[in-house]
């Protein structure tokens, strides 16, 4: 009977599965390519839907959502400077807008109030 427990001599074990690489080469090939998890949450009571989360999450780099079309972070004024530069801007020109209207309907208010 043969011993399982141990290997023929001169035999080198060889790791049964994937090959392993490391942590940063599996994170380098998921940004690389992107990776997108979905999943859908639903609470219902006696066949009434109470409550449905929709859960969508796009894991990639900047390069591969910009290929995809994903680019929220440069408008999202929380995010982006020059987003929040520009939201600025542009309220400050509707203000503007505003404020050339109401003086234009009473004159005198345009001259301090007289």
Request: hydrophobic share 40%; aromatic share 0%; net charge negative.
């Given at each position: 009977m043969t011993d399982l427990g141990t290997w023929p001599a001169g035999a080198d074990p060889q790791p049964v599965g994937p090959p392993s690489g490391s942590l940063a080469d599996l994170l380098e090939r998921v940004l690389?390519?992107?990776i997108v998890i979905a999943g859908d949450i639903k609470?219902?009571?006696l066949d009434i839907?109470?409550?449905t989360i929709r859960l969508r999450l796009f894991i990639a780099s900047v390069e591969t959502a910009k290929k995809a079309g994903i680019d929220w972070w440069e408008t999202?004024?929380?995010l982006s400077s020059r987003a929040a530069r520009d939201a600025l801007t542009e309220e400050n020109a509707q203000l503007r807008a505003r404020l050339e209207a109401l003086e234009e309907a009473d004159p005198?208010?345009?001259e301090g109030g007289k």
């Open positions: 690389d390519k992107g609470i219902e009571l839907e109470l409550l999202d004024p929380a005198d208010t345009a």
